[in-house]
C-alpha cells in the first residue's frame, strides 16, 4: 500500500470544503489533508484542525487562535496550494479569490482538483496556458464539467460535436418574468435541488451559475461556444450530455450529490471500489424532464454567454460584476432583478477593455467591481 496522497484543501469551511472531508474521511487510507484554509469561520475550522491535524492551516481575514501557528492573510491561500506535501490541491474558495492560488498550485506541478470556476472564468487562457505549461493537471469538481469528463473516457475536443450541459432551473423555474425580479433573498437561496453556499445558490437562481458552466467547459473541453448548449433538467440527475461526431450521445447520471465530483477528482481516471456515495436507482427517480431555458425570464445566462463569446476581459468583468451585485442583494442593497441589471451595465461600459494578460484581468475585475459598487445607494 502506497502512502496517503497529501490533500490541501483551500475553503475547507464551506459547502464544497466540508463535503470534501466527508469524501476523505471514507478513505483515509488513500487521502489526507494536509492543509486546510478558511475565510474567517475560525471556530469551524479549528473543530476540523482538532479533527485531521493537518500540517498547515491559514485563515484568509479573522485571527488565528493564540499560539495555534496558523497563517494568516490571502497569501495563505498560496503558501497552502504549493506545499510540497500537497500531492492534490481541491479548491473550494468562492469567487475570484482563488485565481492566484489555482496558477501557482499549477506552476507547481499538482493536480488542481477545481470547484472554484469563477478561476476558468476570470482567465481562462492564462490557467489553461499554466495548466499545459507545466506538470500540473486540472481536474473539474463541477458535476456538469465532471460528467463531461466521464463522458469522455480519453476521446479528445475532435470527436465531439456538442456538449450539452443541465441546469436544474433553480427555484423560480416556473415563475413568470413578471415576477422574478422582485423575489426575495429567501426565494433565491431555497434551491429546489443543491444544497450549496450562499453566493452559488444565488447565482442558480439568476442561472448566472450556467453561464459560468459554458465558459467553464468551453476553456476545460475546447469547445467553441456555438457547440455547447444549456438544457433545464429539474430532476438534477443527468449531469449532462456528450453528443459524438457519430450522433451519439452520452450522459452521466447520479443523485444530486457533490460527493461523487469531488471524489472522481480525486482520483480521475480511476474508480474507487466502496466509494460510498449515494446510489443511484432508476425507479426511485422516475420521469425525466427536459426543457428550454427562458432566456428572457434570466438574461444573466445570455450575459454570461455573450462575454465569454466576447473574451478579453469580458469573461472576467462579467464575473466581478456578478460577484459583486449577488454580494449587494444578500446584504439588501439590490432586488433580484438589478442583479443583470449591474451585471448589463458593467459590461457595456468595460467589456471592451484589454484583457490578454494576467495583470490585465485582474484590472478589469477591479475596475467592474468598482464599478458596481459606485452605483449602490448608501
Ligand atoms: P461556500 O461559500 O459554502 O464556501 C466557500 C469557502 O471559501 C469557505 O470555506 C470560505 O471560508 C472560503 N472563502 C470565501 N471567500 C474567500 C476568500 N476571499 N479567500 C479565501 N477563501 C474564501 O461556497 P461553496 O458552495 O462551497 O462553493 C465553492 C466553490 O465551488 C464556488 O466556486 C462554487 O461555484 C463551486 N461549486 C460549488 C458547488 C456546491 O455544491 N456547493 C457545486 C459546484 C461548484
Ligand atoms: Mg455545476
Known amino acids: 500500500m502506497t502512502a496517503p496522497l497529501g490533500v490541501a484543501l483551500l475553503g475547507s469551511t464551506g459547502s464544497i470544503g466540508t463535503s470534501t472531508l466527508r469524501v476523505l474521511d471514507r478513505h483515509r487510507d488513500r487521502f489526507r489533508p494536509v492543509a486546510l484554509t478558511a475565510n474567517g469561520r475560525v471556530s469551524e475550522l479549528a473543530a476540523q484542525v482538532a479533527e485531521w491535524s493537518p500540517a498547515f492551516v491559514g485563515v484568509v481575514s479573522g485571527t488565528p487562535p493564540l499560539g495555534s501557528g496558523w ?24 469567487g475570484a479569490a482563488g485565481l492566484q492560488a489555482t496558477l501557482a498550485a499549477l506552476a507547481a506541478g499538482k493536480r488542481v482538483a477545481l470547484a472554484n470556476k469563477e478561476t476558468l472564468v476570470v482567465a481562462g487562457p492564462v490557467v489553461m496556458a499554466a495548466a499545459s505549461a507545466g506538470n500540473g493537471t486540472l481536474v473539474p469538481v463541477d ?3 465532471s460528467a463531461i469528463l466521464q463522458c469522455l473516457a480519453g476521446r479528445t475536443t475532435a470527436d465531439i460535436r456538442r456538449l450539452v450541459i443541465t441546469a436544474s432551473g433553480g427555484p ?24 450549496m453556499g ?40 443527468v449531469h449532462s450530455f456528450v453528443e459524438f461526431t457519430d450522433g451519439s450521445v452520452l450522459a452521466q447520471l447520479g443523485v444530486p450529490s457533490m460527493e461523487l465530483p469531488i471524489l472522481y477528482a480525486l482520483t480521475h481516471p480511476e474508480r474507487l471500489p466502496d466509494s460510498g456515495v449515494p446510489r443511484f436507482d432508476p425507479l426511485t427517480a422516475g420521469s425525466l424532464l427536459f ?19 466576447a473574451g478579453g476581459a469580458a469573461p472576467a468583468v462579467f464575473n466581478a460584476a456578478n460577484e459583486e451585485a449577488v454580494a449587494a442583494f444578500l446584504a439588501g442593497r439590490l432586488s433580484f432583478g438589478q442583479i443583470a441589471q449591474r451585471i448589463a451595465g458593467a459590461l457595456d461600459d468595460l467589456a471592451v477593455r484589454p484583457g490578454s ?18 452605483r449602490l445607494s448608501c
Open 291 to 309: 426543457e428550454p431555458v427562458r432566456h428572457e425570464a434570466f438574461p444573466a445566462l445570455g450575459l454570461g454567454i455573450a462575454a465569454g463569446r
Open 172 to 195: 423560480f423555474r416556473t415563475w413568470t418574468s413578471e415576477r422574478i425580479p422582485s423575489a426575495t433573498i429567501a426565494d433565491a437561496l431555497n434551491h429546489p435541488t443543491w444544497s
Open 357 to 374: 494578460t494576467l495583470e490585465e484581468l485582474l484590472e478589469a475585475d477591479a475596475e467592474a467591481r468598482r464599478h458596481v459598487h459606485s
Open 198 to 237: 450562499s453566493k452559488i445558490t444565488v447565482d442558480s437562481a439568476t442561472l448566472a451559475n450556467k453561464a459560468l458552466e459554458v465558459i467553464e467547459a468551453h476553456y476545460l473541453f475546447g469547445v467553441p461556444y456555438d457547440r455547447i448548449d444549456v438544457v433545464v433538467h429539474p430532476q438534477s440527475i
Open 71 to 94: 497563517r494568516s492573510g490571502p497569501e495563505c491561500l498560496i503558501e497552502a496550494a504549493t506545499r510540497p506535501d500537497a500531492d492534490i490541491v481541491l479548491n473550494a474558495v468562492v
Open 143 to 145: 458535476s456538469e464539467h
